[in-house]
């Protein structure tokens, strides 16, 4: 019996030391972008110019989150107060990062636009969303300088999508809705 009890003591003792010498180890990192962006609020920019074409945007989002570097992120711009951060297919990182910021020129674009639901449209092509985007909004016409374009290159939603006007004068931001079919 003692020689039982001898054996099961040490195959017990032996058995938790190799069982915690498999787990032991430093937590691994998760490779996401919220790992890297601590600081959200990018403060206030002077206009649209610095939101339109993401460069004051990327460079300010880099300065308040050191780590970041600008091939890991791409821009997708929701409205004029707010972007998502997503990863490129250059960065092994993944999720997505809501940012806010605020722009002190007015958004003199929203003036013209009274439509923003395009309803129904045949697909989310650029070319297809601002044709919709003109027809419900003829008003826009109006714009001295018009330069009026889907401003995100990619599609982050397939039901949603921002529009700017890029014109010297009235220049904005709205988000347009609509559905594909």
Same mark, same amino acid.
């Given at each position: 019996m003692k020689k039982i009890l001898s054996i099961l003591g040490s195959t017990?003792?032996?058995v938790p030391g190799t069982t915690s010498t498999i787990s032991c180890g430093p937590p691994?990192?998760?490779?996401?972008l919220e790992n890297l962006i601590k600081?959200? *609020?990018l403060g206030e920019f002077e206009n649209f110019r610095s939101l339109i074409g993401n460069v004051d945007i990327e460079e300010r989002l880099m300065e308040l989150? +050191? *780590?970041l +570097?600008?091939?890991y992120f791409s821009l997708y711009i929701i409205d004029d107060s707010s972007a998502y951060v997503v990863p490129t297919s250059l960065s092994n990182k993944t999720g997505m990062v809501k940012v806010t910021f605020t722009i002190k020129q007015e958004n003199e674009?929203?003036?013209y636009v009274t439509q923003t639901n395009l309803g129904n449209i045949e697909n989310n092509e650029k070319k297809t969303i601002i044709n919709k985007f003109k027809e419900l909004n003829p008003q826009i016409d109006d714009l001295e300088s018009p330069y009026i374009t889907v401003e995100n290159e990619f599609n982050l939603?397939? *039901?949603?999508q921002t529009i700017s006007n890029r014109g010297f004068d009235q220049p904005g931001i709205v988000s347009v809705t609509f559905?594909?079919?």
């Open positions: 017990l003792l032996a691994k990192k998760e490779n996401k600081v959200t *609020d989150n +050191e *780590d +570097e600008n091939w674009f929203k003036n939603f397939e *039901d949603s559905t594909v079919g």
